[in-house]
């Protein structure tokens, strides 16, 4: 049976672990074929480790498990010319672009939005509002030179779509996305590029289980576990669960990518247990 989106090329940022790996996987399930991008570093200022070129060379073997070719690169998203030549080279080799997925991100402590260091901020908007930009940007001309329409899916989060208290920086890129994503729907729909973003609740990768994310949501425990955390975070779903899998966001991506969601664009799309209506 074709897969759902068989003979396609997608390009991942972020797609070392977490949920860029799991799309990587989720899509080449479906017969694409994947060019995948990733900082494999530490990035100063984030209270997690960072993924690491063994982590992207793991993608690579999984994807290369299910009989898809992969283009894996280390680049960094504040780095346009970087991100250029890997998509190219990406493009060359496997031959078209249709599916952009924005997704590298980062996360950092928490800190009130009148006390938080400059650079800071200015680093959360370079890789996640301006890194997504830049994804866009090198990706767009591949999609409108191929002539086959395109998606570009955008992953912003709950809290692009609503507020949270001591995280400013990344609640203003995360809104600063949806911006981006509304005005490149209407700039790319005549070219039948669609444009959509996804806003997941809590997921269960990298970026929340560790332990400076799990002390604080339980400030109240000196070594809190993934268990202590687990009741903390539920508490911000509908749905009693106290994250999603990071699969959950990649079958939202799959049918954002693929023919099934031909019309849709524009569109702001929570994966969010309940947590936006909350
Ligand atoms: N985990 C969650 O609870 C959650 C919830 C909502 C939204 N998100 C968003 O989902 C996206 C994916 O995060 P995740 O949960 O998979 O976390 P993760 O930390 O496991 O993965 C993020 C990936 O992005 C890469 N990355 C970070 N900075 C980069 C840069 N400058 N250039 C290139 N790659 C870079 C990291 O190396 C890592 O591999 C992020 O945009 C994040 O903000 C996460």
């Known amino acids: ?59 690579v073997k999984q994807v290369e498990a299910l009989d898809r070719r992969i283009v894996a690169v280390k680049a960094d998203v504040r780095d346009p010319r970087a991100l250029k030549a ?44 301006t890194g997504v930009w830049h994804t866009a940007k090198v990706a767009i001309p591949h999609l409108i030179a191929g002539g086959n329409g395109g998606s570009i899916i955008i992953t912003s989060s709950a809290a692009g779509l609503q507020a949270y208290q001591n995280i400013a920086h990344y609640v203003s890129a995360k809104h600063g996305v949806v911006g981006l994503m509304r005005t490149l729907a209407l700039e790319l729909a005549p070219h039948f590029i669609r444009v959509n973003s996804i806003h997941p609740t809590q997921v269960d990768t990298p970026m929340i289980q560790n332990e400076p994310t799990w002390r604080l949501f339980r400030p109240d425990l000196e070594h809190p576990t993934e268990a202590d955390f687990a009741p903390a975070s539920q508490a911000m779903n509908a749905l009693p669960i106290p994250w999603v899998d990071p699969v959950d966001i990649s079958n939202a991506v799959l049918y954002l990518a693929s023919d099934e969601s031909r019309y849709v664009t524009g569109v702001t799309l929570p994966v969010d247990a309940g947590a936006v209506i909350k």
């Open 1 to 59: 049976m074709p897969g759902r989106v068989a003979g396609k090329v997608a390009f991942i940022t972020g797609a070392a672990r977490g949920q860029g790996r799991s799309h990587a996987v989720r899509l080449a399930q479906e017969g694409a074929d994947i060019v995948a991008v990733d900082i494999c570093e530490d990035v100063p200022g984030i209270p997690y480790p960072g993924a690491t070129e063994a982590d992207l060379a793991e993608t």
């Open 86 to 129: 890997a998509l190219d080279d990406g493009v060359a080799q496997l031959g078209r672009l249709d599916i952009v997925c924005a997704n590298a991100g980062i996360g950092t402590a928490p800190v009130a939005a009148w006390e938080m260091d400059e650079s800071v901020w200015q680093t959360m908007i370079d890789i996640n509002l």
